[in-house]
């Protein structure tokens, strides 16, 4: 059986390059043999140029994200078209994020209004293209089905796979080196407005030291810079005008992969406010250094149901007081057990084993 799996290409986009190539190594020790293919986010023909090569394989699988392609996202219609009438039996297509039609975009009506037909033909056709479509939470399905109109049959949820066998330094020696000491509450990863970073740093004085912002602000898997600098300033001035120095730090720059896990073994909880209904790679991050994470969002709720591992903030101002209760020494413990039992529970090999699973299903 021979399987491509379809992703960026880890000079052009971060997150899921990394994430998928952890995977497809994974699924290889499970004895399953999977040819990565990648491109240039943002740059379509880089994609296009291996299409020649698909109709070889018994099973594609794509990792796909709203306009990773560029162009608005409209070269996912030809390539995804292609795959519906060659491959449709033995296609799979990974959303990493399901948009909601009621969802608020800081847009013009006419700009919203573009976006939101925009997303609803290409889910649609997403659907009619792929034999299964991959989600990682419930929520996503559910948008899925009842915005959409996608059969539930056709719609698998498997969480984003976690990490497994880190290896970096501990807590106390990642504070000293890093310069931290006291409770660390981190919030890392690409900065834009619907990742929330201001709903925690307007709320400074409350929830106390060490607010840590980690973040690189010139990120290239972002297909919009300004928005990242913009919001970035938005967040010092915050911060500057009321006099909130001494509790927020700003750690700015590009992040090397053991310096990552470096910030996340610093931190005490993981903070992950975020608007709307976006995914999140962090928390699975979180989980694979079994640290708790306070968030908000419509993607966490589905994981409050079955673990205890996360706290949910159903208004911006239950931050504060949701941060203290987790600290408690009682409340700590027990959600350090749950964030251990979703890795055991949600590894790379456990996640793994049903892709093998999926993909042999497929190609029978």
Request: proline letters at 3%; aromatic letters at 12%.
């Amino acid at each position: 059986m021979k399987i491509a799996m379809i992703y960026p290409d880890y000079s052009s986009e971060k997150g899921i390059s990394k994430y998928s190539s952890e995977l497809v190594t994974n699924i290889r020790k499970q004895g399953m043999e999977v040819e990565d293919i990648n491109f240039i986010q943002g740059k379509p023909l880089s994609l296009f140029k291996h299409i020649h090569k698909l109709l070889d394989y018994d099973v594609i699988h794509i990792q796909h994200e709203y306009n990773m392609l560029g162009w608005y996202g409209l070269p996912y219609f030809f390539f995804l078209g292609f795959l519906g009438l060659f491959k449709k039996r033995g296609s799979i297509v990974t959303m990493h994020t399901v948009l909601s039609q009621k969802e608020n975009f800081k847009s013009g009506k006419l700009k919203t209004f573009l976006r939101k037909i925009l997303y609803k033909i290409q889910n649609r056709w997403i659907s009619w293209t792929s034999a299964k479509i991959i989600v990682h939470a419930k929520s996503f399905k559910k948008i899925l089905t009842e915005e959409y109109n996608i059969p539930s049959k056709k719609i698998i949820v498997l969480p984003h796979a976690i990490i497994e066998d880190i290896k970096t330094v501990s807590k106390v020696q990642a504070r000293k080196e890093l310069n931290l000491d006291g409770n660390v509450y981190l919030l890392i990863g690409t900065m834009i407005p619907d990742h929330g970073h201001d709903i925690i740093t307007k709320q400074s004085s409350d929830i106390g030291k060490t607010i840590l912002v980690v973040t690189n602000p010139s990120a290239v898997n972002d297909r919009n810079e300004s928005k990242i600098t913009n919001f970035l300033e938005l967040n010092k001035k915050i911060v500057r005008d009321n006099n909130f120095e001494k509790l927020v730090r700003f750690d700015l720059g590009f992040i090397p992969y053991e310096k990552w896990w470096k910030y996340f073994s610093a931190a005490d909880l993981i903070l992950l406010p975020y608007r709307g209904g976006i995914g999140s790679g962090i928390f699975a991050d979180a989980m694979a250094m079994k640290k708790p994470v306070i968030a908000s969002g419509k993607y966490f709720k589905g994981f409050t149901k079955d673990y205890g591992c996360i706290k949910i903030a159903k208004q911006d101002k239950d931050f504060p007081v949701l941060i203290k209760d987790a600290m408690k020494i009682k409340n700590y413990k027990k959600m350090i057990k749950e964030c251990e039992r979703y890795f055991s529970e949600n590894g790379l090999t456990s996640v793994s084993k049903k892709y093998k699973k999926l993909y042999t299903s497929l190609s029978k």
